[in-house]
T-cell receptor, first 111, second 114 residues
Framework: GQQLNQSPQSMFIQEGEDVSMNCTSS?????WLWYKQDPGEGPVLLIA?????ELTSNGRLTAQFGITRKDSFLNISASIPSDVGIYFC???????????FGSGTQLTVLP | SAVISQKPSRDICQRGTSLTIQCQVD?????MFWYRQQPGQSLTLIAT?????????ESGFVIDKFPISRPNLTFSTLTVSNMSPEDSSIYLC???????????FGPGTRLTVL
């Protein structure tokens, strides 16, 4: 099946720093989604990307749909303590309605 | 977006028993899905819950173990049957609307099997 390689697996950053994470695939995706999951909660949708090359922002978050349609990145600027959590990328391809999830990036923000 | 609730939020069950998890969406949706998330892992799709017909299961998941119902466009259930400790996971339902690829998730059901 399809696989998404998400990196880094974990990050420790100082409050106020910017952070970047990315996902790559050997397959083409038509949609890229980025989610955040807090402990004991379900994933919450942060950003949805529908077109190759698309760059979308949501507050301090910015995500891009790679032009090859095989990758996407998520940037968080000026991190704050509430940014702590696990970030997942997810992709949708072809006529399939099922999402393929990356392995997640555990973000820790140090005061 | 869609607001999704799940019941129960958590449960501790004995080996060999079954648990039915309910998923309720605040409005009609086209697609509903069930995922499993094992501790420290990513999400794995169990099945797509089809309204009015049998669910579509992913490789490694079977109807006898994970029977699913979807009687209408806002509600679905997942049963974890004949449970073993290996079934201890978070079970999540999600939903998406017609023509939209974005999926919204419920809060999850944390299941522990003793």
């Amino acid at each position: 099946g399809q696989q998404l390689n998400q990196s880094p697996q974990s990050m420790f950053i100082q409050e106020g720093e910017d952070v970047s994470m990315n996902c790559t695939s050997s397959s083409i995706f038509n949609t890229w989604l980025w989610y955040k999951q807090d402990p004991g909660e379900g994933p919450v949708l942060l950003i949805a990307l529908y077109k190759a090359g698309e760059l979308t922002s949501n507050g301090r978050l910015t995500a891009q749909f790679g032009i090859t349609r095989k990758d996407s990145f998520l940037n968080i600027s000026a991190s704050i303590p509430s940014d702590v959590g696990i970030y997942f990328c997810a992709g949708l391809s072809g006529s399939a309605r099922q999402l393929t999830f990356g392995s997640g990036t555990q973000l820790t923000v140090l005061p | 977006s869609a607001v999704i609730s799940q019941k129960p939020s958590r449960d501790i069950c004995q080996r060999g028993t079954s648990l039915t998890i309910q998923c309720q969406v605040d409005s009609q949706v086209t697609m509903m899905f069930w995922y499993r998330q094992q501790p420290g892992q990513s999400l794995t799709l169990i099945a797509t819950a089809n309204q009015g017909s049998e669910a579509t299961y992913e490789s490694g998941f079977v109807i006898d173990k994970f029977p699913i119902s979807r009687p209408n466009l806002t509600f679905s259930t997942l049963t974890v049957s004949n449970m073993s400790p290996e079934d201890s996971s978070i079970y999540l339902c999600s939903a998406s609307r017609e023509g939209r690829d974005t999926q919204y998730f419920g809060p999850g059901t944390r299941l522990t099997v003793l």
